[in-house]
């Protein structure tokens, strides 16, 4: 019986927090803020993803409850780690977050380069040997010392 009155609070608090427009618009805010775990290309508002649905549900209560945007985003890097923000702050943690397309994009233009000056210049030793006319005409034509 005493869990009654906190049930009707809860289900009270979730029906005003659908009705404040405001609150609608800075949960949606937080929800494109947030990577979903499992779709990992997806933010918390495009994903139907169970888990999905059980965070947007926690990013709703935590902000019907009166936290702040930075506390509910707390909560769920303290919970998740880094990865779960589309926005990952900047800490040696999460320099392979930052620079590593950087550093991928750099390795393709090395390959990519090497590959073709490889094919404008090739080496003498990928060239075929000379025959024997070729070593023949070579001595003739050369001066007499």
Do not use: H
């Amino acid at each position: 019986m005493s869990r009654l009155p906190i049930v009707l609070l809860f289900a009270t608090g979730a029906a005003l927090a659908q009705a404040d427009p405001a609150l609608d618009t800075r949960i949606k805010k937080l929800e494109e803020e947030v990577r979903c775990l499992v779709c990992q290309n997806q933010s918390l508002a495009d994903s139907n993803a169970p888990l999905a649905q059980d965070l947007r549900r926690e990013v709703r209560t935590l902000a019907a409850a009166g936290k702040s945007d930075g506390e509910i985003k707390d909560f769920l890097v303290a919970r998740y780690g880094d990865f779960v923000l589309y926005d990952p702050p900047f800490k040696r943690s999460t320099w392979l977050l930052w620079f590593g397309p950087f550093i991928l994009l750099a390795g393709g233009a090395a390959v990519w380069w090497a590959v073709t000056r490889r094919r404008r210049d090739p080496d003498e030793a990928d060239a075929p040997p000379p025959s024997g006319v070729e070593k023949a005409r070579a001595l003739l034509d050369s001066p007499l010392d």
